[in-house]
């Protein structure tokens, strides 16, 4: 059976490193490489995921080591075991990991794919979701970044062996993190590993206030299109699109977008799409699964009082 390794390197156990043991799992027999400052946690966490092996970077003080230390483990653990596949979630820190580690062991690499198989073929949604194409690495092992909630996880009760590995002498020397800020957190659901995402355009003027009210009626988190971040209307960390965050919730709302093919580029792979928009020849109801042409406050105004 092939092996297949998967990183877990937060602080907890995402929603996006469950998918990625989902993945695994469809491959081969998957083991977890822990980078984390709290492995304890993580390591408690996994047990409900099919993963059969459990290998936990010791040595190394990730709260203050650059991403550079995780690249240099991967890449040494990979030399180690050959595995046939290397998974990470598909975070900018994820890519420029998994870029890292193709250069240092000469692999090939995949990167925004949204399935894999068991014969390591890949699939991507590229050009803004206007071709869907499948490849498959030749060289070295598959190095493949896969996005979030592009897999429903799979719940087991499993017993992973555990390997503690010192990863001391792999530690980053020339880059120490002395101080960090956390990001601050709501109570809604982050944009990455959301199932419902309900998106404001141009057409809100800057007023999110029914979208924020929608989405937390729905318990769905709340994106951005460029204009709107632009403008100064909302936070940069909430902008969906080729400049911005690239995700495939379960549903997307979009409301008061046009529908620009640079912000498609960035959720076009959403199972469900539904446009509020005004404008009934607004690119967005090209591609909506579901369309309201109406006035955007109106018409949430209108579902959260039926909501209600």
């Known amino acids: 059976m092939s092996q297949v390794f998967i990183l877990l390197d937060g602080d907890e156990l995402t929603s996006a490193g469950a998918e990625l043991a989902t993945f695994g799992a469809r491959i081969g027999s998957v083991t977890a490489i822990v980078c984390s400052a709290k492995s ?78 068991d ?28 996005r979030s909630n592009c897999i429903e996880v799979a719940s087991v009760t499993s017993s992973a062996s555990v390997e503690r590995f010192d990863g001391a002498l792999l530690a ?74 690239t995700v495939s919730p379960q549903c997307y709302i979009a409301c008061g977008i046009s529908g620009a093919i640079q912000h498609k580029a960035g959720m076009q792979t959403a199972k469900t799409i539904v446009a509020i928009n005004k404008d009934p020849e607004a690119p967005f109801f090209e591609i909506a699964d579901f369309g309201i042409v109406g006035d955007l406050f109106t018409v949430l105004e209108s579902a959260i009082a039926s909501l209600k």
């Open 40 to 117: 304890d946690a993580v390591v408690a966490s996994a047990a409900t995921l099919p993963i059969e092996k459990l290998i936990v970077v010791d040595g190394i003080d990730f709260a203050k080591s650059s991403l550079r230390s995780v690249s240099n483990v991967l890449a040494e653990l990979v030399k180690r075991d050959a595995p046939s596949a290397l998974l990470i979630s598909s975070s900018a820190r994820g890519k420029e990991i998994a870029a890292r580690v193709a250069v240092r062991t000469e692999s090939g690499i995949v990167t925004d794919a949204i399935d894999i198989n």
């Open 119 to 146: 014969a390591l073929e890949t699939t991507q949604s590229i050009f803004g979701g206007s071709y869907t194409v499948t490849s498959k690495v030749t060289q070295g092992t598959s190095i493949v970044t896969l």
């Open 172 to 245: 980053d020397t020339q880059v120490t993190i002395t101080s960090s800020e956390p990001a601050q957190k709501s109570a809604r659901p982050s944009l990455a590993e959301a199932s419902i995402i309900v998106s404001g355009g141009r057409g809100t003027d800057g007023n999110f206030t029914l979208i924020e009210q929608f989405a937390d009626a729905i318990g769905a988190a709340v994106g951005a299109s460029r204009p709107v971040i632009d403008s100064g209307w909302y936070p940069h960390a909430y902008q969906v699109g080729q400049t911005g965050k």
